[in-house]
């Protein structure tokens, strides 16, 4: 399987703490890779060292054999790269659709003219184009609108009622199912997940189990963090576990789940089935 994704030494410092500590990770086209471990491993530091949140002292992030490292979050859109975030961010007073439609904005070709040489003329022709509307601009954006309304389709009775409510009336489950469609709409080539799951109940977590492996099925590549061990474990085709920001082990769901070294990151000396019923509950 061609790599998509190939981190190699990946390391950053906060002081006299290394949050991130010479990791290696690769996703293949079409993979879901998981990343899960303890609090304070180092998950969502590598996720915003990926992509260009922060940067890192050590170490290279290639995707597609090319070198990304370092590079902002707007080019790295503009490359392919979609993520959630652990705690999450929808814009609270754009309706669920347009908050979708922001996602799309790398993809943007006709409202953006290419005029270069004098700065702030990109700028005033991208505004004219916007209030004059030609044709051009129009398609494309009722093309954009369908699309959303396709990926806001995804999420069945959860959004689709609901497309022209402004997102701070939504309950915090559907907000962050607002967010996930919102980097679709970007038609990422790799899809970073942080905890999609966090703060949601039993059966809210089923519906979001449920949604990612659709995304798989239709060959989205994904890279998730996750606490809840039970869902990782059916999804993944693959498990990357951080423990202190370094890599402790890496496979295959089950032989991770019954690695030593994992099980006593977690919990000491306990058995495995205490791993996946602790992670769940957390």
Do not use: C
């Amino acid at each position: 399987m061609p790599s998509l994704l190939e981190i190699s030494g990946l390391t950053r410092r906060f002081g006299g703490l290394t949050a991130v500590n010479a990791v290696d990770l690769r996703v293949g086209e079409g993979e879901l890779v998981s990343v899960i471990g303890p609090n304070g491993a180092g998950k969502t530091t590598l996720f915003n060292l990926v992509t260009g949140l922060d940067h890192p002292d050590a170490g290279k992030v290639h995707f597609e054999d090319e070198d990304i490292t370092g590079w902002p979050a707007p080019r790295l859109a503009e490359r392919g790269l979609a993520r959630t975030f652990q705690h999450g961010r929808v814009f609270a007073n754009l309706t669920v659709l347009d908050n979708v439609l922001v996602g799309a904005h790398t993809r943007l070709r006709a409202v953006k003219p290419r005029i270069g040489g004098v700065p702030g003329v990109a700028a005033l022709a991208e505004l004219a184009l916007a209030l004059v509307q030609p044709p051009s601009v129009t398609r494309e954006e009722r093309a954009l609108r369908e699309e959303a309304l396709g990926i806001i389709a995804l999420f069945g009775e959860r959004l689709a009622p609901r497309i022209d409510n402004p997102a701070y009336s939504l309950s915090y489950a559907n907000r962050r199912r607002v967010e996930i469609a919102r980097a679709l709409a970007l038609k990422p080539r790799l899809l970073l997940l942080d905890e999609p799951t966090a703060g949601m109940n039993e059966s809210e977590t089923a519906e979001m189990l449920e949604i990612i492996r659709t995304l798989k099925a239709r060959g989205q590549t994904i890279l998730l963090i996750e606490h809840k061990l039970d869902l990782v474990m059916q999804l993944s085709d693959r498990v990357v576990v951080l423990d202190d920001g370094s890599k402790i082990a890496e496979g295959q769901p089950e032989e991770v789940r019954n690695d030593p070294r994992v099980i006593e990151a977690y919990l000491g000396h306990r058995h495995v089935g205490g791993l996946v019923q602790e992670a769940v509950a957390a």
